[in-house]
């Protein structure tokens, strides 16, 4: 099953993020390394997880939403839990 690596900015000054987090949270797995990006592992297609992440949030805000083979990376500063969720899944 794929992970989808989910960047976002949401750009209205004081938006609330609670409906994108339980959006991302809902799939399988995942893990929330740096504040606004996710791990999100997924049966569904990285453009099919964007369009599921559009309907949760505004029309001016930015999402990238890219496959991660997990082939090469890198930590630091991240915490051990996301470290050892990425050795899992990634």
């Known amino acids: 099953m794929p992970v989808h690596w989910v960047n976002y900015d949401l750009n209205k000054t004081g938006q609330d993020y609670t409906r994108l987090i339980e959006y991302l949270k809902s799939h399988q797995s995942w893990a929330k390394p740096l504040k606004s990006s996710f791990f999100v592992k997924t049966s569904l297609t990285a453009g099919q997880l964007r369009d599921g992440v559009q309907k949760h949030i505004d029309t001016n ?14 930590t630091y500063g991240i915490s051990s839990e996301v470290t050892e969720w990425m050795k899992k899944n990634l």
């Open 61 to 74: 805000d930015d999402v990238v939403v890219v496959t991660v083979t997990g082939a090469f990376w890198a």
